[in-house]
């Protein structure tokens, strides 16, 4: 089974409006973190938010906010103000392990494939 | 700050050959991860180290390849002899304990 599931392979939203990519993980551990990294076209990873298992608010940074649902395991990603260079791929990622300690792996999504229309 | 750094960007070389992909971690941090990147499997793990110790080499996909961290400032990702199937792009990742992984810009390697 998969851990982490983006069911939209591609979204396209029009500038200056919010998108929502979907992101629903599995996991049996009550300890983990959950992340979205942005890819451009120009292939680099970037680090936009992360949400950890015990945090009880949902995460934001600038126009990336977190949508965690803890109970229906998802952990949506919202763009608000949609601009042209959020056209990208976007992965969603978990950490598994001891919050705060042991570091682990994440495991990534297939990825959503955002483009923003003028 | 300094970012993650790989070398090379762009490797080309002939199936049989070594390949050698270099990663210099963020300064301080003290986990560095491997990961490759394809259309088919997407991105996944191949090794992560812990104050420059292996801890999970579980995703090294054979004995073709190994990773060495010999210091907190050095990694190396060696295929040896490489294959066609090799051809990915290869990131380097390292983090302060459980704070999120910064990535480098990667190394597309193409193995002719």
């Known amino acids: 089974a998969q851990k982490i599931t983006q069911t939209q392979p591609g979204m396209f939203v029009q500038e200056k409006e919010a998108v929502t990519l979907d992101c629903t993980y599995d996991?049996?551990?009550?300890?983990?973190?959950l992340f979205w990294y942005k890819q451009p076209s120009s292939g680099e990873m970037i680090f936009l938010i992360y949400?950890?298992?015990?945090?009880?608010q949902n995460a934001t940074e600038g126009r990336y906010s977190l949508n965690f649902q803890k109970a229906r395991k998802s952990a949506n990603l919202v763009i608000s103000a949609s601009q042209l260079g959020d056209s990208a791929m976007y992965f969603c990622?978990?950490?598994?392990?001891?919050?705060?300690?042991?570091?682990?792996?994440?495991?990534f999504g297939k990825g959503t494939k955002l483009s923003v229309k003028p | 700050d300094a970012g993650v750094i790989q070398s090379p960007r762009h490797e080309v070389t002939e199936m049989g050959q070594e390949v050698t992909l270099r990663c210099k971690p963020i300064?301080?941090?003290?986990?560095l991860f491997w990961y490759r990147q394809t259309m088919m499997r997407g991105l996944e793990l191949l090794i992560y180290?812990?104050?420059?110790?292996?801890?999970?080499d579980s995703g090294m996909p054979e004995d073709r390849f190994s990773a060495k961290m010999p210091n907190a400032s050095f990694s190396t990702l060696k295929i040896q002899p490489s294959e066609p199937r090799d051809s990915a792009v290869y990131f380097c990742?390292?983090?302060?304990?459980?704070?999120?992984?910064?990535f480098g810009d990667g190394t597309r390697l193409s193995i002719l």
């Open positions: 949400q950890g298992s015990y945090d009880q």
């Open positions: 990622a978990m950490r598994e392990g001891n919050y705060g300690g042991s570091q682990g792996n994440l495991i």
């Open positions: 180290f812990n104050n420059n110790v292996p801890i999970d």
């Open positions: 300064s301080g941090h003290d986990y």
């Open positions: 996991t049996s551990d009550p300890s983990y973190g």
């Open positions: 990742a390292s983090s302060l304990h459980s704070q999120p992984q910064h």
